[in-house]
C-alpha cells in the first residue's frame, strides 16, 4: 500500500526526533539504525526507506531545521513590512531557536561536517537551497522597493549567505557567552555590515572579494569558534560603511 506524501513526512520527523533524542544520550557511535526505527515503532528495513545511511539521516536534520525555520520566518505577522535586517534577522533567529532545543545533537551533527570539509564548499550542505531561495527572495524584495542598489549577482550572493549560516551555527555552537550574546552580536553586526554594502551598491564591485573573504572566515570558524577579533573586525567595517553611505 502507498503511503501518502503527508504520512511520509510525519514517519520522516519522527524517525528524525527519535535519533535526536537517542543520539543525545547515546552518541552518534552508540546509536544503531535499527534502535531508531524500532524506537520509532517501524521496522527495522523502513528507516532506510527515508535514510540510505545514519550520516545522510543526521544531515538531515538540517534540511528540516532550515525549512521549519523559513516557515516560522514566513508566518510571522507583519514581516514582510520588515526591512531586509529584520527579515535576514528573523530568519536567522527562528533557526537558531529551534535549534538551541537539541544543541547537543547539533554538536554531534557539526562534527560530522567538519569531518567533511569538501561538503562544506559544496552545493549539497543539507538546506542550502532552501536557504538560499530564501535569501534571494528577501534580496528581491528589497530590490523592489528600492531599500538596496540594484545588485546583479543576487543568485551568487545568495549562496554565500546560506554558507556562512554554516559558519554561525559552527560559532554558536562555541559560544559561552551569556545567553549566547556573542552570537547574537555577531548576528547583529554581520547582517548591518551585508545590508549597508547592499544599499551602497558596493557589493557589485566587492562580491568576489567577499565571497573569499566570507569563505576564508567561514573555514576560520568552523576551526577555531568565537574570538581572533571577528567582532571588532565587524564592528569597525560597520562604522566605515555608514559613514560612507551617509556621505551619499
Same mark, same amino acid.
Given at each position: 500500500m502507498r503511503t501518502s506524501k503527508t504520512q511520509q513526512d510525519k514517519t520522516r520527523r519522527l524517525?528524525?526526533?527519535?535519533? @535526536?533524542? %537517542?543520539?543525545?544520550?547515546?552518541? +552518534?557511535?552508540?546509536?544503531?539504525?535499527? #534502535?531508531i526505527a524500532r524506537a520509532a515503532e517501524l521496522g527495522d528495513a523502513t528507516i532506510y526507506k527515508y535514510f540510505p545511511s545514519k550520516e545522510k539521516l543526521v544531515l538531515a536534520? !538540517?534540511?528540516?531545521?532550515?525549512g521549519?525555520?523559513? *516557515? %516560522?520566518?514566513?508566518?510571522?505577522?507583519?514581516?514582510?513590512? !520588515?526591512?531586509?535586517? #529584520?527579515? $535576514?534577522?528573523? %530568519? $536567522?533567529?527562528?533557526? $537558531?531557536?529551534?535549534?538551541?532545543?537539541?544543541? #547537543? +545533537?547539533?554538536?554531534?551533527?557539526?562534527?560530522?561536517?567538519?569531518?567533511?570539509?569538501?561538503?562544506l564548499l559544496s552545493q549539497d550542505l543539507p538546506g542550502k537551497a532552501k536557504l538560499r531561495q530564501a535569501f534571494v527572495e528577501m534580496l528581491e524584495q528589497? #530590490? @523592489?522597493? *528600492?531599500?538596496?542598489?540594484?545588485?546583479?549577482f543576487k543568485n551568487s550572493l545568495a549562496g554565500l549567505m546560506a554558507d556562512a549560516v554554516y559558519g554561525?551555527?559552527?560559532y554558536w555552537l562555541r559560544d559561552d557567552s551569556e545567553e549566547f550574546g556573542n552570537t547574537h552580536q555577531?548576528?547583529? $553586526?554581520?547582517?548591518?555590515?551585508?545590508?549597508?554594502?547592499?544599499q551602497s551598491g558596493l557589493i557589485?564591485?566587492?562580491?568576489? %572579494?567577499?565571497? +573569499?573573504?566570507?569563505?576564508s572566515q567561514l573555514a576560520r570558524l568552523l576551526q577555531h569558534g568565537p574570538g581572533g577579533g571577528l567582532l571588532e573586525l565587524l564592528a569597525l567595517t560597520k562604522r566605515g560603511l555608514s559613514a560612507g553611505v551617509a556621505a551619499r
Open positions: 524517525l528524525l526526533r527519535v535519533a @535526536v533524542d %537517542l543520539m543525545s544520550r547515546q552518541g +552518534f557511535d552508540g546509536t544503531t539504525m535499527k #534502535e536534520y !538540517f534540511e528540516q531545521q532550515a521549519d525555520a523559513i *516557515a %516560522l520566518m514566513q508566518k510571522t505577522r507583519g514581516q514582510q513590512d !520588515f526591512s531586509l535586517q #529584520e527579515r $535576514l534577522q528573523l %530568519l $536567522l533567529d527562528s533557526l $537558531l531557536e529551534l535549534l538551541l532545543a537539541d544543541r #547537543e +545533537f547539533v554538536a554531534i551533527a557539526h562534527r560530522l561536517i567538519q569531518g567533511a570539509p569538501l561538503l528589497a #530590490e @523592489v522597493s *528600492a531599500e538596496i542598489a540594484p545588485c546583479g554561525l551555527v559552527a555577531l548576528v547583529d $553586526l554581520s547582517l548591518g555590515v551585508l545590508v549597508l554594502a547592499l557589485n564591485k566587492l562580491l568576489d %572579494l567577499g565571497g +573569499f573573504v566570507l569563505r
